[in-house]
């Protein structure tokens, strides 16, 4: 049985990647950062991503691969994402298919500032 875990941005699989198929697998996790491409993304944000990510997997070294533990995960990875956004890091994809605004309501930024992103109204 495949053990994931799914966020509004995070997805993550107890498996490996064959193929293009995933494969169960207990000692691999895959990753799967904003997969409706909601946010605008810089290769060092999706690096820390990825640091977070491995750094709260290094936590629960030692602890059972379970179900709630990849949510754990996850969600801890979803409020991550959230204050990437809310400093400025991340800004909303105006021409995402998906425009949700999850994570926050977002605000215009001055034209002369922006390249058609919008960031989170910080209250």
Known sequence: MLLKSTTRHIRIFAAAIENDELIPSADTLTLDIDPDNELLWSDE???????????????????DLTDYNLRRIGSDLEHFIRALLQEGTLSYNLNSRVRNYSLGLPRVVDESESDNHLMIQQD
Not at 45 to 63: S, T, W
């Open 45 to 63: 944000a999706i690096q820390q991503v990825y640091r977070k990510f491995d750094e709260l997997v290094a936590a629960y070294e030692g602890a």
